[in-house]
């Protein structure tokens, strides 16, 4: 159950890492998500208390696309290298 008081001000991070202020007017029918003042909804998980809260998510994001690139980049060298050495390369 959701115990907050509306409305309320949050910041959220969009796709492409741009930190939006939102006023929050209530929960959404479900109560699962919160409804801005502009109709829009946001998951819970969307949504931080500060700005600079906002920007570590994103950061940590980076962060996490970084290493799955790296772990996909190692996978892919190791099966040409396995490729090469069964075509006598």
Same mark, same amino acid.
């Given at each position: 159950?959701?115990?907050? #008081?509306y409305?309320y001000t949050?910041w959220?991070?969009?796709?492409?890492?741009?930190v939006?202020?939102?006023?929050l007017?209530a929960?959404?029918?479900?109560?699962?998500?919160?409804? =801005? =003042?502009?109709g829009?909804w946001?998951a819970p998980? #969307?949504l931080?208390r500060?700005?600079?809260?906002?920007?570590?998510?994103?950061?940590?994001?980076?962060?996490?696309?970084?290493a799955?690139?790296?772990?996909r980049a190692?996978?892919l060298e190791?099966?040409?290298a396995?490729l090469?050495?069964?075509?006598g390369r």
């Amino acid at each position: 159950m959701n115990t907050r #008081t509306y409305p309320y001000t949050a910041w959220v991070l969009t796709r492409s890492f741009v930190v939006i202020e939102v006023q929050l007017v209530a929960p959404t029918a479900d109560g699962l998500n919160e409804r =801005s =003042s502009k109709g829009k909804w946001y998951a819970p998980d #969307t949504l931080f208390r500060s700005r600079e809260a906002a920007v570590d998510a994103g950061r940590m994001r980076i962060q996490v696309a970084r290493a799955e690139i790296a772990r996909r980049a190692a996978v892919l060298e190791e099966k040409s290298a396995l490729l090469d050495r069964m075509s006598g390369r």
